[in-house]
C-alpha cells in the first residue's frame, strides 16, 4: 500500500481533458448541455463576402431565453466571441442561422455534452478530411440518412456499432437544387448507435429523417436533450404605431386560369407584384391589359409595384427605343385603369445585382424618372415611382463586389441625387432562412425608415416596400421549408417583425404559384386544373383572416415567440407564432377581461379552437411547439 502511494505522489497530476473543437460550421444549431462551469468561445473569419454582410449569434438557454446575441457587422470579418455556460440551465441552444457568410470555430469544456443539429439540403459546414461523428435512432425508428453534394463532401459511410452493419451512401450532383440522395438505416427492436464518417473536404449537407436530427463527437453524448417550457409576457398598450402594410403576391405574367381563382380568393392578396417586360410591349403594347384588368377588377388589388425587365430575364435595361415605347405603354394602360389605388413603378430589377455599376443605373433612372413625369395624367392614375427594388438592403447581392452594391448604399445615393423624383423605396430580401433570424426584417425597415426620413407625422416621406421575399433567392431551395408547416412559420414571423413599427407599406411573398424551375409558391397545381394551398399558403390565409389596420404598442419578453397587436375601430387581434419546438406559457395583460376567441393553427396546418383563462385583466394559454395562433376580441 506504501508504495503504491509513493508512486501515486510521484506520478504528475492527471490533465484536464482536452476541450472539444466544433469547426467550419456555417448554418445550424448547437445545443450544450454543461454539467459544470464553463464557457463556448467561438471565432469566425470570412467564408465570401462577409466585408458585404452583418450577421448575428444567439445562445439561448434551456426555456428558450436569450442570454446572448452577438451582432457582426460587415466590418468584423474576423472576431472572438465568448459566453459563459452553467449548469443547471437546461440544455443551451447556440444558433449560427444560414445563410452564414463566415466560418464558425467553436470551442467547449469535454465536461459539456454537446450535439448539432445541421440544416437539410442546404450545406451546413465546411470540413476537412476524416471527419467522423455519431448518430442515435431509438427502437423501432425508420431513420433515413441523407445528404446533398454541394461540391466538397461526396459521400458518406455509416457503421452500427452494435453488429457492424453498414450503410454507404454516395452524394451525386443533380441539375436541381433541392434534390438529394437518401438511404433508409436498417430498423431495430432497441436504440442504437451508428458511427458516422464524412468522406471528403469542404461543403458538407448531412442530416436524419424519421429520427432526432442529431450528431455528436462522441457516443457517450447522445440522447435525448432536457426542455423546459418557456415563459411568455405581453403587455398591450393602446397606442396606435402605423398602419399595418398591404400583404400580397408576386403574380404572373400571364392570364391566370379560371381554376386557380378560388386558391386566389382564399389567399386574399391586398397587394401584388408584377414585372412588365419591355420587348413584349413594344411589341404588343396590350399585352398586360387584361390580367391587370382582373387582378384590379376581380380580386380589388388596389396596390401593386411593376419592376420592368425584359424577356429571357434580360435585366440590366437602357435608356432607348424598346425601354420607352414600353413605358409610354405602361402608362397609358396604368391610366386605363381609372385611377384606383397606387401602382408603383421600379424601372430596373435588383439594379445592384444585374447593372455594371452604380452610375449606369443611376443614369437610367434619371431618365425614365423624367418621362413619368413628364407624362400627362400619370400622377392622377396613380403611378407612383420606386427605388431601386434592390436585391438585400442592408447586406450585399450574391456578387464578388457586394460590399459596393448593398441596397442601402446605392438607395442613399439616389435619394441624394434625385430625391424630388422617388417616392417609394422598394427592396427584396432573401436568405434569411432561420427562424430565430427573421427578426432581422424588423431591423431592415427601421433602417429604410431612417434612411428616407420621418414627416411631421412620423411616418415615412416615402412609402416603404419590401415587395419580394422569400426563405431562399432563385433556386436555391429546400423542400423542407418549402413544402412543408416551416414556410408557415417563417412567413407569419416575417409579416409580425416587418409590421410590428407601424412603417411598412407593402410585403409580397414571391411568388404566388410553383412553377417548374421555382417550385417556391404559396399555390401549387395539383393536376385535373385545380390549384390547392401549400403550407405557406394556408398560413396566409390563416394570416388574412386575422388582419387589421393598424399596429398598436405590444411588449414582448420573448425571444422564440413573435407577437402583432392590431387594431380595426373596436375590433383588436394579437397575431402571433411559436418558432420553437417547445411548449409556452403565455400571459396577456390587458387590463380587462374581454370575451374573446383564440385560434390554434399548428403543424397539421389545421385551424382549432384554443381555450384561455383569464383573472384580474391578465389572460394567459398554453402556446404548442411550432404554432400560429390568434386572439380576437372587441375593445370596451
Known sequence: MRALLLLAMLLPPALPAAPLQWGEIRDGSLYLLPTRDDQVRIQWRPAWQADANAERLFLLDGQGRLVGERPISAEQVRGTQRWPLAPGQGTYRLEIPGYSFRDYRIQHAASTRALFAPTKVHFSAEVGPGVTLYLRVKAGEQAILAGKYHGGVHGLFAERLGDGRRVQLALKPYPAYWRFDQQALPTSNRDETWRLSLQGSGKAAFWLDGSANLFAQRAEDLGDLPQ??????????????????????????????????????????????????????????????????????????????????????????????????????????????????????????????????????????????????????AHQAGVRIAMPASSRFTGG??????????????????????????????????????LLAT??????????????????????????????????????????EQNSHY????????????????????????????????????????????????????AQQFIQRHW?????????????????????????????VNKAERLQQVALTLGNCPAGQLELFGPDNQSRRGHYDCRDGQLRFQLPGQTVFALTWKAS
Open 487 to 538: 414556410a408557415g412559420l417563417w412567413w407569419t414571423s416575417v409579416v409580425i417583425n416587418a409590421a410590428s413599427d407601424g412603417l411598412l407599406d407593402m410585403l409580397n411573398w414571391f411568388h404566388v404559384a410553383d412553377e417548374p424551375e421555382w417550385p417556391k409558391g404559396m399555390l401549387r397545381d395539383a393536376g385535373g386544373e385545380r390549384y390547392e394551398l401549400k403550407p405557406v399558403g394556408l
Open 397 to 434: 447581392p450574391f456578387a464578388e463586389d457586394g460590399k459596393q452594391r448593398r441596397g442601402i448604399d446605392w438607395a442613399r445615393r439616389l435619394l441624394a441625387e434625385q430625391d424630388a423624383q422617388i417616392d417609394a423605396l422598394a427592396w427584396h430580401e432573401w436568405m434569411v432562412r432561420d
Open 228 to 377: 423546459a417550457p418557456g415563459q411568455v409576457r405581453l403587455k398591450l398598450a393602446d397606442k396606435v404605431l402605423g398602419p399595418t402594410p398591404k400583404l400580397g403576391v408576386a403574380l404572373p405574367y400571364v392570364l391566370p386560369p379560371a381554376s386557380s381563382f378560388a386558391a386566389l380568393d382564399a389567399l386574399r392578396p391586398q397587394a401584388a407584384g408584377y414585372y412588365s417586360f419591355v420587348d413584349v410591349l413594344q411589341r404588343q403594347p396590350d399585352f398586360e391589359n387584361p390580367w391587370r384588368k382582373l387582378y384590379q377588377q376581380r380580386f380589388g388589388i388596389r396596390q401593386d409595384i411593376t419592376l420592368l425587365a425584359g424577356s429571357a430575364r434580360v435585366a440590366d435595361l437602357r435608356s432607348d427605343r424598346t425601354s420607352h415605347d414600353a413605358l409610354g405603354a405602361w402608362l397609358e394602360a396604368t391610366k386605363a385603369l381609372g385611377g384606383q389605388g397606387l401602382h408603383y413603378l421600379a424601372f430596373a430589377d435588383e439594379p445592384n445585382l444585374n447593372y455594371r455599376d452604380y452610375a449606369s443605373y443611376r443614369d437610367f433612372f434619371q431618365a425614365m424618372a423624367k418621362r413619368v413625369r413628364d407624362y400627362p395624367g
Open 439 to 480: 427578426r432581422s426584417y424588423r431591423d431592415s425597415v427601421r433602417q429604410a425608415a431612417a434612411l428616407v426620413g420621418l414627416d411631421g407625422q412620423g411616418r415615412p416621406r416615402k412609402a416603404l416596400l419590401l415587395d419580394q421575399t422569400n426563405l431562399s433567392s432563385g433556386s436555391s431551395l429546400s423542400p423542407y
Open 548 to 576: 387589421l389596420d393598424q399596429v398598436l404598442a405590444l411588449d414582448n419578453d420573448a425571444f422564440e415567440v413573435d407577437a402583432l397587436a392590431m387594431a380595426r375601430q373596436r375590433q383588436r387581434s394579437l397575431l402571433g
